[in-house]
Structures are given as C-alpha cells and as structure tokens.
C-alpha cells in the first residue's frame, strides 16, 4: 500500500445492492480495513527470497500476496461515502482493479494499533 499512497492513486470500492446498507455508520470512522481475495497471486511459494531480504523466508512471516491463502489484509483513509451508490472512495489500496472484497471492518486505534509490537531490524 506504501506503493500506492506515494502515487496518490485513489479508489473506489463499489458494494453490490444487497450490501449497500452494511455502510449506514460507516461515515464517522476516518479508517477502514479490507479484506480482499487477491485472486491473481500464485499459490504455491511457501519459502520466497523477497528483494530486499538477505535470505528466504516462510510465507507466514512475510506480507507477500503469494499465499496458501491468498487473503490480503489493507487499511485505507475514507474520503467519501455514498450510500445509496454502494460505493467508499479510498485514499489509495494497493489491490488490482476488480479484486474480490471478502470484508470491511472500521479501524479502532485502541484495538488495532499495538503500542509494544516488535519486528525484525533490518540488516
């Protein structure tokens, strides 16, 4: 998503009509996360070599969309919403046009944002 917030690219999630009103309260959160069905990722690489890496890693310990499962996990700023439309216009979601949405669920700061998380340093 990095990639896609530095090209300003904003987007647009368009919900079908038997979901439309799932977006009622919506409106007062500034975040949202999406879960998404990356349906052109490959399926098979359970140990990958990302570019930046020295050395290969397991899937579970990367964010690469090639996954088992490839379930993909983003958190956008809402610009607008348009409930009678059916749509959520995004600052930016680094997702292919037309990917399937499994979900979308507000960010809550108190809940999502982990103060004492750890990650590996970079060599």
Known sequence: MRQARERNAPARLTLDPAYRE???GLENYSHIH???WLHHSPRNLIVQKPRHAPEAKGVFALRSPARPNPVGLHTARIVRIDRSAGTIELDAIDVL????VLDIKPYFP??????????????
């Open 34 to 36: 999406i879960l998404t």
């Open 110 to 123: 108190s809940v999502d944002a982990i103060a004492d998380a750890a990650i590996p340093q970079k060599d």
């Open 22 to 24: 799932g977006l009622a």
């Open 97 to 100: 046009d037309g990917t399937p």
